[in-house]
């Protein structure tokens, strides 16, 4: 007589993630209806730099405007990274633990690495430049969260992706980082002329090095 074994089947609850991306989309339909002309010149960043001339005033970094997006950047990059462990066989899409531990680790690493910007800023008498340097950055690295949340929902519900689609994902990131960092220092090369000793400092001190300790305490652990 034959004997048949039940196996169970372990679905991933995703329920938790479909709520998160709908709150990210209502977040950016609020943003555009709340700031809409600011709206219109952020999705131009791609292709003109008309948004950072506009809006390049100090208080412009911690506006609403900003801080929505920020929020969304920090959604987009989670779930990507999340996304990439999952590939790579460190961890599991569905897990919403995991998710919380990277967005949390994200939104601590940034805010410790702005609140050293500041107070370096202040020891060099360089704020005037790191405000407007953190400011195109910021605004550089909101445009690409937003870019990404469309790509994180495609490979977040698909079966099966490619090492090389996540490869190429993040030198395309990488890439676009450089760009921004080129064109921020074309932009303020008349500051950086006076101040060349300390920003030097400044660029390896809180632009290389917080980066590597991150990647060799990942690789090594």
């Known amino acids: 007589m034959n004997e048949s074994f039940l196996i169970p089947r372990l679905v991933e609850n995703r329920d938790w993630a479909i709520v998160i991306f709908l709150g990210c989309l209502a977040l950016i339909a609020l943003t555009r209806s709340v700031f809409e002309t600011r709206f219109a010149e952020f999705s131009k960043l791609g292709i003109s730099d008309k948004y950072i001339k506009v809006y390049r005033d100090n208080g412009s970094l911690m506006s609403w405007f900003n801080v929505s997006l920020f929020v969304i950047h920090l959604v987009s990059l989670a779930f990507f990274i999340q996304i990439a462990f999952y590939n790579f066989g460190f961890g599991q899409k569905g897990d919403?633990?995991?998710?919380?531990?990277i967005f949390g680790l994200l939104g601590v690493f940034i805010l410790c690495k702005y609140l050293i910007e500041k107070?370096?800023?202040?020891?060099f008498n360089i704020e005037e430049f790191v405000e407007q340097f953190n400011l195109q950055k910021v605004s550089y690295r909101t445009y690409i969260g937003l870019l990404l949340l469309p790509v994180d929902i495609i490979l977040y519900f698909s079966s099966g992706t490619s090492k090389t689609v996540i490869f190429a994902i993040i030198g395309s990131i990488l890439i676009i980082n450089v760009l921004t960092y080129a064109i921020s220092l074309r932009n303020y090369q008349n500051i950086l002329l006076g101040k060349l000793f300390y920003f030097i400092l400044y660029l390896c001190a809180l632009e290389i090095a917080p980066y590597y300790f991150m990647y060799y305490w990942f690789t090594k652990s």
């Open 96 to 101: 919403w633990l995991l998710f919380i531990r």
């Open 119 to 123: 107070i370096i800023a202040s020891s």
